[in-house]
């Protein structure tokens, strides 16, 4: 043991949070969560069925800002419907998360499924136009 | 630091390095007096002059008679044997004690034991800059009170204490008062001779000594009951065969910050200056503890809306503290900075700068950058909060 609380990937999604910032627009569909002392914001912007653009802001531990930007590398460019797979636990696997941080990471899937219900929302009503 | 390092090291009030001429002291007394103090052979004697010697250059640093002086492992040792030791040899007298909120986990915690034993413990509330108002002290003093401790220099914001008045206080009700000194001596000049300190502990660690070598000074007839017992070395007070080459490290060191404490301040003085110019225009940054008249080796900043850990790793290769440096792996925001009035955001955001001999300029410079960089990036990754 290193002592080093924070994996390579942890490492590697802090220093480079390539998805870090907001999807803009009227089309845009935003999820934010704030508990456990921290706070995300994910918003994506999908077309025909597929998440072109992903993105996050985070106020939280560093376990929690690589959770977020693993998220949007996971899913942008797949279809939304595959957002019913995210997998909080093996998130944490992955990172190595800390147990006793598991609670802002259930943050992180309540914001996902908030996302999921706002995109079926705008799918709804683009439908509906 | 010495060159070619990977990181910028401006932890120092957690530890300092060795110095140099420390460890090539503590070499030689390993291979010429690592003997037994205690056994009444020539060898033995040798290593009791080393032990003499140290004492000497200690008690020089303090200007204390040397056979005041009792020798552990360090101000958590220390600072347990005067508070339990003079606790528990005068409770027929009281059971009152009195110390501070913002005091080392390595007090704290003494206390609390304490309290669970039946003692009855004060904690006082520090004035917004950290300090103890002498009205406050003499407030909480009762005819039962037998034992004050309050730390010296504060590890986390370098408020000092004007553990004179505090002292005459003290003095005043016939109460013993206790100084956790471990980040004063060997770094302001610290006169026990003049000073009302019944007791005072200290560490070698953090004036580029050894690790794992302390002292407590005790006043002439303050006595306590030991922690430990069996073989009766110093006085009885402190057991064990002594660590006659950690003990000749500290008393090197003590001697080398006799001789450089007063260019260490002017030194310490300016460099945090530079830093506190640096920071200062950041937007939300507030200073915990005073501005003026700290211990200069230590600068703890914070802001209302960047996360303390998050802020600590982006940061790196900067070496710094969040909270207590000593409990740095904590998530808990640091109770020094609770009683000061920060809230636990505040707190768990601060970061304390602690520098020392080696730091240069340049390191501060590139700490104000990095620090500012820091800054802007988890700014910029924060979304609003919820209207």
Redesign the interface.
Known sequence: MNGD??NPVV?DY?AR?EH?GEVMGEDAAVA?F?DQ?????LSAKVAREDIKTLRF??????HV?AAAEAFCRRFEGRPAAELANFDASQLMRDLAVPV?KTGRILVLEDTVRSLRAAIQDRNTSQAQD | MPAGEDFIYLDYAATTPLHPVVAERMQAVQSTAGFNPASNHVAGRRSAAVVEQAAAQLAALLNVAPDSLVWTSGATESNNLAIQGAARLRAHRGKHLVTMQTEHKAVVDVFKALEKQGFEVSWLAPNPDGSLAVTTLTAALRDDTQLVSIMQVNNETGVIQDIAALGAACRERNVLLHVDGAQAAGKIPVDLGSLPVDLYSLTAHKFYGPKGVGALFLSKGTALEPLMYGGGQQQRLRPGTLAVDLIAGMGEAAAIAGRSIDADLIHLGALRNQLLQGLRNIEGLHINGPVDGAYPGILNVGLPDV?G??LL??LEPLCVATGSACNS?S?EPSAVLRALGRT??EAQSAIRFSLGRATTSMEIERAISLYQDAVLK?R????E??A
């Open positions: 609380p924070y490492r802090f949070p870090a934010f704030e002392g921290m706070r995300i914001r802001l985070a106020w939280g531990c560093p800002i006793e | 996360e850990e998050s790793l982006a792996r998530q636990d955001i988890l910029e990754l924060a979304p909060r919820a």
